[in-house]
Protein backbone atom coordinates (compact mmCIF):
# COMPACT_ATOMS: atom_id res chain seq x y z
CA UNK A 1 0.00 0.00 0.00
CA UNK A 2 1.15 2.96 -1.42
CA UNK A 3 1.52 6.20 1.21
CA UNK A 4 0.64 9.78 0.68
CA UNK A 5 2.07 11.48 -2.18
CA UNK A 6 2.59 14.78 -3.30
CA UNK A 7 -0.01 15.05 -5.64
CA UNK A 8 -2.42 13.31 -3.35
CA UNK A 9 -1.34 16.50 -0.70
CA UNK A 10 -2.24 18.93 -3.38
CA UNK A 11 -5.59 17.32 -4.18
CA UNK A 12 -6.30 17.81 -0.42
CA UNK A 13 -5.46 21.05 -0.26
CA UNK A 14 -7.66 21.65 -3.40
CA UNK A 15 -10.19 20.40 -1.58
CA UNK A 16 -9.71 21.86 1.60
CA UNK A 17 -9.38 25.52 0.22
CA UNK A 18 -13.06 24.79 -1.99
CA UNK A 19 -14.61 24.11 0.97
CA UNK A 20 -13.15 27.11 2.93
CA UNK A 21 -14.12 29.56 0.12
CA UNK A 22 -18.37 27.69 0.10
CA UNK A 23 -17.95 28.60 4.14
CA UNK A 24 -17.19 32.11 2.76
CA UNK A 25 -13.66 31.16 5.27
CA UNK A 26 -9.54 32.07 4.70
CA UNK A 27 -7.72 29.37 6.72
CA UNK A 28 -4.48 27.30 6.30
CA UNK A 29 -4.11 23.84 5.70
CA UNK A 30 -1.42 21.19 5.88
CA UNK A 31 -1.41 18.02 5.11
CA UNK A 32 1.16 15.36 6.83
CA UNK A 33 2.48 11.64 6.14
CA UNK A 34 1.53 9.18 9.15
CA UNK A 35 4.76 9.71 10.36
CA UNK A 36 3.96 13.37 10.73
CA UNK A 37 6.65 14.42 7.97
CA UNK A 38 5.05 17.34 5.73
CA UNK A 39 3.64 16.12 2.79
CA UNK A 40 1.85 19.87 1.78
CA UNK A 41 1.05 23.34 2.78
CA UNK A 42 -0.33 26.69 2.16
CA UNK A 43 -2.24 29.41 3.08
CA UNK A 44 -4.99 31.61 1.28
CA UNK A 45 -4.62 35.01 0.51
CA UNK A 46 -5.62 37.05 3.77
CA UNK A 47 -4.12 34.18 6.01
CA UNK A 48 -2.62 34.96 9.31
CA UNK A 49 1.04 33.62 8.98
CA UNK A 50 1.07 31.29 12.11
CA UNK A 51 -2.25 29.36 10.58
CA UNK A 52 0.16 27.47 8.44
CA UNK A 53 2.02 26.14 11.33
CA UNK A 54 -1.21 25.57 13.45
CA UNK A 55 -2.84 23.65 10.87
CA UNK A 56 0.46 21.39 10.51
CA UNK A 57 0.39 20.77 14.41
CA UNK A 58 -3.58 19.92 14.70
CA UNK A 59 -2.40 17.29 11.51
CA UNK A 60 -0.08 15.93 13.81
CA UNK A 61 -1.72 15.28 17.24
CA UNK A 62 -3.86 13.24 14.65
CA UNK A 63 -0.98 10.94 13.19
CA UNK A 64 0.91 10.93 16.90
CA UNK A 65 -2.00 9.73 17.95
CA UNK A 66 -2.71 6.26 15.49
CA UNK A 67 -5.45 8.71 13.45
CA UNK A 68 -7.88 10.27 15.81
CA UNK A 69 -9.33 13.23 14.82
CA UNK A 70 -7.91 16.17 16.70
CA UNK A 71 -11.03 16.84 18.21
CA UNK A 72 -11.23 13.95 19.99
CA UNK A 73 -8.46 15.29 21.22
CA UNK A 74 -9.23 17.96 23.26
CA UNK A 75 -10.15 16.16 26.79
CA UNK A 76 -6.68 14.49 26.78
CA UNK A 77 -4.99 17.80 26.19
CA UNK A 78 -3.98 18.51 29.91
CA UNK A 79 -2.79 14.88 31.05
CA UNK A 80 0.37 13.83 31.42
CA UNK A 81 0.80 12.05 28.63
CA UNK A 82 -0.23 14.81 26.10
CA UNK A 83 2.16 17.55 27.66
CA UNK A 84 5.04 15.20 27.64
CA UNK A 85 4.12 13.86 23.78
CA UNK A 86 4.00 18.40 22.99
CA UNK A 87 7.05 19.02 24.41
CA UNK A 88 8.93 15.70 22.94
CA UNK A 89 7.71 17.43 19.40
CA UNK A 90 9.01 20.91 20.80
CA UNK A 91 5.24 22.34 20.14
CA UNK A 92 4.80 21.22 17.25
CA UNK A 93 1.80 19.09 18.09
CA UNK A 94 -1.20 20.70 19.20
CA UNK A 95 -4.51 18.58 20.67
CA UNK A 96 -6.92 20.72 18.89
CA UNK A 97 -10.19 20.84 16.78
CA UNK A 98 -9.36 20.99 13.11
CA UNK A 99 -7.81 17.85 11.92
CA UNK A 100 -8.92 14.49 10.84
CA UNK A 101 -6.49 11.43 9.74
CA UNK A 102 -6.19 10.17 5.65
CA UNK A 103 -6.95 6.64 5.17
CA UNK A 104 -6.46 4.84 1.88
CA UNK A 105 -7.85 1.12 1.98
CA UNK A 106 -8.37 1.59 5.56
CA UNK A 107 -4.99 2.55 6.12
CA UNK A 108 -3.82 5.62 7.71
CA UNK A 109 -1.80 7.69 5.81
CA UNK A 110 -1.79 10.73 7.26
CA UNK A 111 -3.56 13.48 8.22
CA UNK A 112 -4.84 16.45 7.38
CA UNK A 113 -5.04 19.93 9.31
CA UNK A 114 -6.72 23.54 9.26
CA UNK A 115 -6.42 26.20 11.17
CA UNK A 116 -8.56 30.10 10.44
CA UNK A 117 -12.05 28.99 11.25
CA UNK A 118 -13.65 27.52 14.90
CA UNK A 119 -12.62 24.27 15.58
CA UNK A 120 -15.77 22.68 13.91
CA UNK A 121 -15.57 24.46 10.59
CA UNK A 122 -11.64 23.79 10.77
CA UNK A 123 -12.47 19.95 10.93
CA UNK A 124 -14.86 20.36 8.03
CA UNK A 125 -12.79 22.23 5.80
CA UNK A 126 -9.83 19.18 6.85
CA UNK A 127 -12.55 16.49 5.88
CA UNK A 128 -13.16 17.88 2.54
CA UNK A 129 -9.87 17.65 2.33
CA UNK A 130 -9.47 14.08 3.02
CA UNK A 131 -12.24 12.97 1.11
CA UNK A 132 -10.36 13.98 -2.12
CA UNK A 133 -7.64 11.38 -1.63
CA UNK A 134 -9.51 8.54 0.45
CA UNK A 135 -12.41 8.52 -2.50
CA UNK A 136 -9.53 8.88 -5.43
Known sequence: MAGITLDDGMRVLNAAFAKARSLDLVVGVSVVDARGDLVASAR???SLWWWTESSRAKAMA????GGLPSGEL??????PVAQALVHMHQGRMAPQQGAVPIRKGGVLVG????AGGSGEEDEEISAAGASAVEQA
Open 44 to 46: MDG
Open 74 to 79: LERASR
Open 111 to 114: AVGT
Open 62 to 65: TVTY
